[in-house]
Every structure is written in structure tokens, then in C-alpha cells.
């Protein structure tokens, strides 16, 4: 559950309530949900070990302890996809190809819109209207094999 978000501020950072002022539940798969169980012991560990303080039990920690905002993230992000070997994208594309990937598989405009916060569904249906047209076009050439099996059938008698 999404309750609160970290905000880098000066000298620190600040938690408020989630841009939406909604607690938000985004469903995660039983491998990323272990896999955070797995960060969260190994830095539990490693916090008692060199005494760094995590007050707020966040997952992530930087390098020293301390938190890993935006910018660290974003540098560990770039370093990891020219390690993989993988084309350059932002964290920001990321989360575009997860929900141009979600609607390329038929998953419904407003589950969609719930798992990136968005306000409403009218947003996330004008922002992913280009996958829209493609799958437009993908309907289509269903829908007439569709016909075709259709009238193959009934020509076979069945």
C-alpha cells in the first residue's frame, strides 16, 4: 500500500500524504514482493552493522545508509542499463512501457489508470491514446479472421 511519499527537501527530506491525498494499492508480483523482502533484511542487517539509522523503514538505501533520492537513483538506473547491455531509458519510459505494455495485453483502461495514480481514467486514455490506434488496427485484422473462421465453418457444415 502507498500511504506517503518522500520529498527531497533542503538539508533532508519531508513525507506527505500521496499527490492524490488517497491511500493507493498497486498490486506487485510474489518475485518483486520477495525480492524486497530480500533488500529489506540485507539492509536491515547492514544498518545494524554500521549503525546507520533508517527510522522510517524505507527500502533503498544510498551507498552510506543514508536515502537514495531521484538523483542517485536516476545515476544507478543509467549505470545499470549500459551494464545490461539494454537501449538507453529514463525511469520516467519505464513506467510508459509498463502501461503501454499493460494495454497492449488488454488490461482494462482503469486498472491502468489506478497502478500510475492517475486522477482519473480520461487521463490515462488521452496520455496512451497513440497504443489505442495500434490496437485499433490489431482489432481489425482480429475481427476479420474472426469472419473468416466464421464462414469456413459454416461452408464445412459444422
Known sequence: ?????????????SF??????KVRVVT???????????????QRYDSLRMGWRNEE???RLGVSGAYLWHSGLRRRHIETIKSAGLPKITLHGLRHTH???????GVHAKVI??????ADV?????????????????????FEQ???RKKTAQQSGS
Open 28 to 42: 506487485i508480483s510474489n518475485h518483486v514482493a520477495e525480492e524486497l523482502r530480500r533488500i529489506r533484511v540485507e
Open 16 to 21: 506527505s500524504n500521496t499527490k492524490g491525498k
Open 99 to 105: 502501461a503501454s505494455l499493460l494495454m497492449e495485453m
Open 146 to 148: 474472426l469472419l473468416k
Open 122 to 142: 480520461t487521463l490515462t486514455m488521452d496520455t496512451y491514446a497513440h497504443v489505442l490506434h495500434t490496437l485499433q488496427s490489431d482489432t481489425a485484422m482480429q
Open 113 to 118: 489508470q489506478e497502478r500510475l495514480g492517475h
Open 57 to 59: 523503514d524505507l527500502i
Open 1 to 13: 500500500m502507498i500511504k506517503r511519499t518522500a520529498i527531497e527537501v533542503k538539508g533532508g527530506y
